[in-house]
């Protein structure tokens, strides 16, 4: 079915089409009376209109359902990525798009074996957002996360400190048998969730590291902005794999659970 | 630290090194007294040996640490998945090894753009077993995940109808707001899994369907052989980001909550 974002919520049950929608459902779509499509207001909410009557300037529509169905998760996730090697950084996006993350932020991490100067982030940035674009079509997301790109790990925070929760996957907890941290801070997500009003956003930032891991430099400054290290299970996870598996996490325990 | 996988379980704190360590260790790697490798035994455990005294034909070792850490999901889980176009067969195994799977399983299904013939499925199985191998190396696992390959779903069946629990991920399901199942069975597994006796094993097999779903005959099949269709949250998941996604979740409640 058709989908078109509006500026303004629709409240009224019948309504006149907005002129963009006038323009696009009548003119481009060729729309008869009967037929359907979709809207999605500021509110994000997902309304099936019928269309009830046509004229040469204006159109009335009927909301016929309202798709409680909402496909964002609960928390603005911050996905944090120092730059790995090949298509990685387009793996990342992709699938994490598909699970739900808000926002990607990849930057020049002190070990990451490729590095981005500006022209290439630039030309990276085009490409990663085509992608996030593309997976959030095809999963039916009703929003497209966002790609920054930042020098190093001091710029990341200028743009994450205002986070409710930060936490970073630190390969180290996972060796030394750290298995709760994670469910501990996603039980608080969840609890804080559940609690927000409408317009309200609780926001969580996620760091990862490249394949290398991150330098002493960045365990400090980790430390020092109160970013809780969690562990993301027994095994060793590929640089991709693991902000994969924390989107997964999160959306199993504030979606599912 | 070099590993070596023993055929009998070492038990003794202070021990003779069976014949093929003693070959690999001291002929080949050239070890010293004070020198330090890992072995792994049918339990699984892993532990780490000092070498206390080397001669001509004998060398003793010493267990000087057990490593409690199991990288090993506490349920054997197998990942079944309708053949998918391109790379996406490799992407599964690879990040699914990575995240705990026992088995994969592919098979033609119905609705599969691609189909394997037995001669392309030979060189794919080949190609599959390798990357699971490296994959398995890579994530510190202690098991080498299984390939298989099944003409068609009654085949499949054969393979997986033992297992304690069968789940199907439903694009449907996620679609019609069913939001709980996954999370009522994975909590049934983790009670299942604590009562669980030292030998025992748990096996949970997991559907999962091509980019075009299941046909309506396997969707039969599934209700038939009683295997519970459960969804994965309300983003729609490509064909090799599902069974990633469950993984996960198995993985969050099983190893972290």
New interface residues.
């Given amino acids: 079915m058709q989908r078109y974002f509006v500026k303004e919520n629709i409240t009224d049950q019948e309504f006149f089409l907005p002129p963009e929608i006038f323009h696009h459902a009548i003119d481009v779509m060729r729309d008869k009376v009967g037929d359907r499509f979709e809207i999605i207001g500021p509110d994000r909410q997902v309304q099936v209109v019928k269309l009830l009557s046509i004229d040469h300037s204006h159109a009335k529509g009927q909301i016929i359902q309202t798709i409680?169905?909402?496909?964002?998760l609960p928390v603005q996730t911050t996905i944090v990525c120092g730059i790995s090697k090949g298509d990685k950084t387009e793996k990342i996006v992709q699938?994490g798009t598909?699970?739900?993350a808000n926002r990607f932020i990849f930057y020049n991490s002190e070990r990451s074996v490729a590095q981005w100067n500006d022209k290439k982030a630039t030309k990276k940035l085009v490409r990663l957002k085509k992608i996030s674009q593309g997976a959030a079509e095809?999963?039916?997301?009703t929003v497209i996360p966002e790609v920054l790109f930042c020098q190093n790990i001091t710029a990341v925070f200028k743009e994450t400190w205002q986070a409710d929760h930060q936490v970073v996957a630190y390969e180290e907890s996972a060796?030394q048998?750290e298995?709760?941290q994670?469910?501990r801070i996603l039980q608080v997500v969840r609890k804080e969730s559940k609690k927000q009003q409408n317009g309200e956003t609780l926001a969580l930032s996620a760091f990862f590291g490249p394949e290398g891991g991150f330098s002493p430099k960045e365990i400090k400054f980790f430390k020092q902005q109160n970013v809780s290290a969690v562990?993301?299970?027994?095994?060793?996870?590929?640089a991709e794999?693991a902000p994969?598996?924390l989107l997964?996490?999160l959306?199993?325990?504030l979606?599912?659970?």
Same sequence: chains 1, 2.
Avoid: C, N, W
Wanted: charge should be neutral.
């Fill in positions: 409680v169905h909402d496909p964002e699938k598909e699970l739900g095809q999963s039916h997301r060796k048998g298995t709760s994670l469910a562990g993301l299970g027994p095994r060793i996870m590929r794999t994969l598996y997964a996490a959306s199993f325990v979606e599912l659970e």
